[in-house]
């Protein structure tokens, strides 16, 4: 028999499903994703660290899961919550149905919810925390206890998610080769080409598929911990800094806003994600808080330098506040949504960044390009 599951939102307003994946309470903040696949990838986000993640896509699940396209060690949201789960999945990559994934992770997730609804209740009301339950299913305790959760603001959860200690990124190169149609008898994977620039990445929750596409793109990854200082970056002279994505408040990350600052003059830097927050931070600016953020595969972004605009993939619920940052600092890029800054760059230091994903593939390849311009870059400060 299905278990029955509640989800209840820190305003009262609540929803009933059934339960899947194994049985207990999870709290965090809810927030909704519009792609329409890519579910796996979700779930192994560590930027989803602390959420709970509603998909808006009615049916989740129809396709399986599988090892290759993990995007971490393993799932780090709080929750999960769909209109329909897919029990019988079909596809020649799957290896265990979403059901099965959930109860291998422990993993609570809920169907059967109006994704519609909770989704303009969200973009109407803002983002708030959460409490999803097959124990307590009393509305009125269970918005309480969400109210009772730790809020997103304030919270650092990039010490949660972080590599504990540096590593090469495939030395080996084999675990970065990118994937193509075969042709005749030919491969059916390309041959990677020469690692010309050794950088090293800051892991603030950093995507396995961020490191392979930098090594497809000629780098040599050297990924630390988010608690590097610039002294120990620099004292393995690279060619460039990498800045990642990851979870939780940017304001938070005092330690890192320090030491990217000393890095800023001394090798050049491309950050995305957290990683563009972080910069506008360490060059003195702010951030604040979206409404409900932007999550999903189809976020239009404007380079203001050329008018171009380029569909995006998107993960953040923060963003840098333009009337906060020195006059030595360019925006490049905004969302055409809400007009927010999607694009940094220094004027006088090698130095830029965007809030999206460019190894992700929504245009399909729309922003692509800036690995290239990283690697410009380097080659510029040479």
């Known amino acids: ?174 675990l970065s080769q ?11 994977i390309a041959t990677l080409p020469e690692a010309k620039y050794r950088i090293v990445a800051y892991d603030f929750g950093i ?27 620099l004292a393995k002279k690279p060619d460039g800094v990498f800045l990642s994505n990851g979870p939780g408040d940017p304001s938070a990350l005092g330690y890192a806003h320090q030491e990217i600052e000393k890095l800023i003059g001394k090798t050049p830097i491309f950050a995305i994600c957290l990683g563009h927050q972080l910069i506008g931070h360490a060059v003195g600016g702010k951030t604040f808080k979206l409404k409900f953020g932007h999550r999903g595969g189809n976020q239009p972004v404007q380079d203001l330098r050329t008018g171009q605009v380029a569909i995006t993939s998107q993960n953040h619920g923060f963003a840098v506040d333009p009337d906060s940052l020195p006059s030595n600092v360019e925006v490049t890029h ?15 230091a090698p130095v830029f960044s965007v809030q999206y994903h460019p190894e992700a593939a929504p245009g399909p390849n729309d922003a692509r390009y800036f690995f290239t311009e990283f690697a410009d870059l380097i080659e510029k400060s040479r």
């Open 334 to 348: 905004i969302n055409l949504n809400d007009q927010t800054v999607e694009g940094l760059r220094h004027k006088d």
């Open 207 to 233: 995507k396995l598929n961020i490191l392979r596409r930098l090594r497809q793109e000629g780098f040599h990854v050297d990924v630390v911990p988010a608690s590097a200082t610039a002294a120990e970056v």
């Open 1 to 174: 028999m299905p278990m029955k599951a509640l989800l209840a939102l820190e305003d009262g307003v609540h929803f009933f499903g059934e339960a899947f994946g194994v049985p207990g309470s999870t709290s965090g903040e809810i927030c909704f994703n519009t792609s329409m696949t890519g579910y796996q990838e979700v779930l192994t986000d560590p930027s989803y660290r602390g959420q709970i993640v509603a998909m808006t896509y009615p049916l989740i699940g129809n396709y399986g899961v599988n090892e290759t396209d993990q995007e971490s060690g393993g799932p780090h949201v709080r929750g999960f919550v769909i209109g329909e789960l897919c029990r019988v999945p079909s596809n020649w990559r799957s290896e265990l149905s979403l059901e099965d994934y959930f109860k291998k992770w422990n993993l609570l997730g809920i169907e059967g919810v109006d994704t519609r609804r909770l989704t303009k209740h969200l973009r109407t009301r803002g983002a708030m925390r959460a409490f999803l339950s097959t124990e307590v299913l009393d509305p009125v305790e269970a918005a309480a206890r969400a109210a009772a959760s730790k809020p997103m603001l304030g919270s650092d959860y990039v010490k949660e998610v972080s590599t504990p200690e540096s590593y090469l990124w495939d030395p080996q190169s084999s």
């Open 178 to 188: 990118d994937w193509m149609l075969p042709t005749g008898n030919g491969p059916a």
